[in-house]
């Protein structure tokens, strides 16, 4: 037995070191000279051994450039998406689960739907939209289009579903109304299905390229993601290979450490059980 989980082990290390060799090499290479770098990017025999040593690359990009200020915008959109995904989506999820109202059903059904709806395909409406209001280049541009997430909403729904309707009904009794339930008796009991939620809209909004792409055209709205694509596109103007590397072990830092602590969040969201808590 203990052969077998040792075989077990081998054979899942290897395929996850293969997956982490990218990330180890870009590691390494953010910690090199750019001029060793313009030379050949395997300074040693596997290119994973940062020799020779330098943190240059690192001070450069927070003494110059507009890395920190795209840090900082992914911060912003980030922080302001997720928590306005968790308000919306705590209180559809908790109407639709547990309040009766007219088309309630419609509208549980239009949620449904929007699930299959690719978020590419509703691009050019949002674009049009937000050209008519004047809201591109905006922080407000960039996180609203992605705060009304149907499967936010369906996750909730389904998590208010599974509590017991007996927790309900005693705080009922006790002639409590229904915004004081949800406030004082449900939503401490759905935090665990609100920290994944929290979670998984941190990481999407974070890693996101393709609205902030179409919705900012100046730098200064750059998010993370964009603004170090368009160095890698003009790499000329890059300053170095080491200096994109440093930038993208920048933006990999919040998502890494965010995975690290709230990892068992992470892992429930993605089996069966996670929407229960």
């Known amino acids: 037995m203990n052969r077998s989980y040792a075989w077990l082990v081998t054979a899942l290390a290897i395929p996850a070191f293969l997956w982490l060799v990218p ?38 990009l927070f003494a110059f450039g507009q890395t920190p200020w795209w840090f900082l915008n992914s911060i912003i959109v980030a ?8 308000v919306l ?47 591109h280049n905006s922080y407000h541009a960039l996180m609203l289009p992605r705060m009304a997430v149907p499967i936010g909403v369906f996750l909730m ?9 007996d927790i309900e ?26 920290m994944t939620l929290a979670i998984l809209t941190f990481l999407y909004a974070w890693n996101d390229y393709l609205w902030p792409l179409v919705s900012a055209q100046q730098r200064e709205y750059f998010t993370i993601t964009l603004g170090l694509a368009s160095i890698q596109s003009n790499f000329a103007q890059s300053e ?18 965010l ?16 929407t229960k808590g």
Do not use: H
């Open 89 to 135: 989506s705590t209180t559809a999820g908790y109407a639709l689960a547990r309040l009766d109202f007219p088309f309630k059903s419609a509208i549980t059904f239009a949620c449904l739907i929007g699930l299959m709806v690719p978020e590419q395909a509703v691009f050019i409406p949002l674009y049009t939209m937000f050209a008519d209001f004047g809201w």
């Open 23 to 60: 990330t180890l090499w870009m590691v390494s290479l953010s910690f090199q000279p750019n001029d060793v770098l313009a030379r050949t990017t395997s300074s040693t025999a596997l290119g994973l051994v940062p020799l020779p040593f330098t943190l240059e690359n690192y001070a450069a």
């Open 157 to 165: 729904m389904q998590f208010f579903k599974a509590i017991p309707g």
């Open 169 to 194: 009904e005693a705080a009922r009794i006790d002639g409590v109304g229904w915004l004081q339930i949800f406030w004082f008796v449900m939503l401490p009991l759905a935090r665990p299905a609100m």
């Open 240 to 257: 170095g290979l080491g200096r994109v590397m440093a930038s993208g072990v920048i933006a990999s830092l919040p998502v890494v450490l």
């Open 259 to 274: 995975f690290l602590i709230f990892q068992r969040y992470v892992v429930q969201a993605m089996t069966v059980g996670g």
């Open 79 to 86: 922080g302001g998406m997720t928590l306005g995904v968790l």
